[in-house]
T-cell receptor
Framework: QKEVEQDPGPLSVPEGAIVSLNCTYSNSAFQYFMWYRQYSRKGPELLMY????GNKEDGRFTAQVDKSSKYISLFIRDSQPSDSATYLCAMRYNNAGNMLTFGGGTRLMVKP | DTAVSQTPKYLVTQMGNDKSIKCEQNLGHDTMYWYKQDSKKFLKIMFS???????INETVPNRFSPKSPDKAHLNLHINSLELGDSAVYFC??????????FGPGTRLTVT
């Protein structure tokens, strides 16, 4: 079992839908959580960076961390075709020595 | 203004050859990385350099050697390329243990 799990998808939604992307993890020592968006044949782009539990909002994006359930989510409101990409979650311990553990990514397709 | 750049973007070569990938960041970050992304999209760290010192070296074959001439550059040299080395290689940088900023990737195909 991998340390960080993501459903690979693809997840297909109509334009304007609310999208929920999720990761589960097994190690309760993870403290910092990130979401990256990766377009086809491009590098991952940082979307959200959160510490410990709670919510963080940035425009149409909301990151949610539930450490008690070892579960993190990324919500996208009013999804657009330009949101079509692979979304990767990543996390690390407090004194990780630069180690960052990635999920395998969820492919999202937003249809016009 | 490209924050993290890498060259070449595509690299097609034959087994047994030696090749290099170059990376540069203009963010002033003190840590740089090389990641490998396989066909299933998993990103795995290969190396991390902090102020020109190697601080992580995961179980990567010694055919792979990172070289950092200065804080803004981290190159990757690969000797005796094998079919299994085919992947996308990403350079990244960060300030301390912060979020990684990735380059556009180098798609390596070994035939």
């Amino acid at each position: 079992q991998k340390e960080v799990e993501q459903d690979p998808g693809p997840l297909s939604v109509p334009e304007g839908a609310i999208v929920s992307l999720n990761c589960t993890y097994s190690n309760s020592a993870f403290q910092y959580f990130m979401w990256y968006r990766q377009y086809s044949r491009k590098g991952p782009e940082l979307l959200m960076y959160t510490y410990s539990s709670g919510n963080k909002e940035d425009g149409r994006f909301t990151a949610q961390v539930d450490k008690s359930s070892k579960y993190i989510s990324l919500f996208i409101r009013d999804s657009q075709p330009s949101d079509s990409a692979t979304y990767l979650c990543a996390m690390r311990y407090n004194n990780a020595g630069n180690m960052l553990t990635f999920g395998g990514g969820t492919r999202l397709m937003v249809k016009p | 203004d490209t924050a993290v750049s890498q060259t070449p973007k595509y690299l097609v070569t034959q087994m047994g050859n030696d090749k290099s990938i170059k990376c540069e960041q203009n963010l002033g970050h003190d840590t740089m990385y090389w990641y490998k992304q396989d066909s299933k999209k998993f990103l795995k760290i290969m190396f991390s350099y902090n102020n020109k010192e190697l601080i992580i070296n995961e179980t990567v074959p010694n055919r792979f050697s990172p070289k950092s001439p200065d804080k803004a550059h981290l190159n990757l040299h690969i000797n005796s390329l094998e079919l299994g080395d085919s992947a996308v290689y990403f350079c990244a940088s960060s300030e301390g243990q912060g979020a990684r900023y990735f380059g556009p990737g180098t798609r390596l195909t070994v035939t």
